[in-house]
């Protein structure tokens, strides 16, 4: 077991995301490189060739020209090697109806998953044939500073929701474009909350309709372009 010295500072909102080399299906990249002045969603699965993995890997292409729209480049990841993501790739294409275009990293050595915290170690029925824990549903949203603004862990059990993948980075992108927060289930269109640092006052020139719920709930409308 690793020493407190040892162990691996933990990634936590706001942490730049940790550099890698890595061997992807679209060719080998460097992780820095490839976030480039993109925000980038890595996310990872379990393991090929898996039901509900396929579902979700079909389901994120489906939707990628959503996440480009917002300048977001997916890239998956699972600990396996590139002939089988290749081979999977065929199949996720043929039961989806999806192209599966964005890169899927190829850590069948699990080092990137260990540098991302992507091991469940709890999970025994997340394992491998010799007993070795697979990678865990992770979603890392990393903006262009590479600083990471969302983590999100599902069980191997339950897919993902890529609506609210989206939802999220929606919600970061407007938070960071007009200073405001995002109250429960909120999608676009819907109002916004000023961010508690802006004095109702200020708040009152800057956006169209400032409602006072209490002095630190504040809801306003955004313009429809926002
Ligand atoms: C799946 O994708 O269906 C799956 C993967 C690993 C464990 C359980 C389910």
């Known amino acids: 077991m690793a020493s407190e010295a040892e162990r691996p500072v933990p990634l936590r909102l706001g942490s730049i995301a940790p ?3 890595a061997d992807t299906t679209k060719g080998p990249i460097d992780f820095h490189e490839f976030i480039g002045d993109n925000w980038v969603i890595l996310f990872s699965h ?3 060739y ?3 993995c396929t579902t979700e890997l079909g389901e994120m292409a489906r939707l990628e020209p959503e996440f480009k729209k917002r300048g977001v480049k997916l890239i998956g990841l699972s600990a396996n090697t590139l002939s089988s993501h290749e081979g999977w790739i065929k199949d996720i294409n043929d039961v989806t109806g999806s192209l599966v275009e964005f890169p899927i990293i190829a850590d069948k050595e699990r080092k ?6 992507m091991i469940d170690y709890q999970d025994t029925t997340n394992v491998d044939e010799k007993g070795i824990a697979f990678t865990i549903r992770s979603v890392f949203i990393i903006d262009p500073k590479k ?3 969302t983590i999100l862990s599902y069980p191997a059990s339950t897919g993902r929701n890529s609506a609210e993948i989206l ?6 992108q407007t938070g960071d474009k007009h200073k405001v927060t995002t109250p429960i289930n909120w999608v676009p269109g819907d109002d ?4 508690p640092s802006i004095k109702t006052e200020d708040a009152q020139k800057i956006f169209p309709n400032v409602r006072v719920v209490k002095p630190y709930l504040r809801f306003t409308s955004l313009p429809n372009s926002a």
Do not use: G, M
Not at 112 to 117: I, K, P, T
Not at 167 to 172: G, W
């Open 192 to 195: 916004v909350i000023v961010h």
């Open 167 to 172: 939802r999220v980075v929606d919600s970061l």
């Open 112 to 117: 990137v998953a260990y540098l991302y915290d």
């Open 50 to 52: 898996t039901p509900v």
């Open 46 to 48: 379990p393991e090929d």
């Open 147 to 149: 600083t990471i603004r």
């Open 19 to 21: 550099n890698f080399k």
